[in-house]
């Protein structure tokens, strides 16, 4: 539901989409609508969003944003994530509350996922 300044949608780049598309379709179940060749458009996730065509990457490192995935059972979502071509590049970690890691999809693009109890 769209909420008069509330967070509505998010674009990240995709160096290439059909590899966003099924590593996101595998990990997270994930369905897409393409408008035109250079963008593909993903809803009922959390947050609706799209991918566009670009050799960039959102990274942390780089001031880009974090979107972080909540997940009930973590240490599957992981073994989701590397059997799909994810990269994972911070393992596992504690933190109040909870414990989350960090990835990149096929794009290079950084994501995390957190979960309040390690399973």
Known sequence: ???HEKLNYVELPAKN???????FSS???WEFVDYGPEYTAFSNQGLDGGF???NL????INGGALLVFYNMDIEATRSKVEM???????PIFEFP???RFHFTEPSGNELAVWSEARK
């Not at 989409?17 to 590593?23: M, W």
């Not at 990457?57 to 942390?60: K, R």
């Not at 799909?84 to 911070?90: A, D, E, M, S, V």
């Open 1 to 3: 539901m769209m909420k």
């Open 17 to 23: 989409l059909d590899a966003a598309k099924t590593f």
């Open 27 to 29: 990990v997270f179940g």
């Open 52 to 54: 566009f065509k670009s």
């Open 57 to 60: 990457s959102s990274q942390t």
């Open 84 to 90: 799909h071509g994810g990269k994972i590049t911070r």
């Open 97 to 99: 509350g909870g414990c």
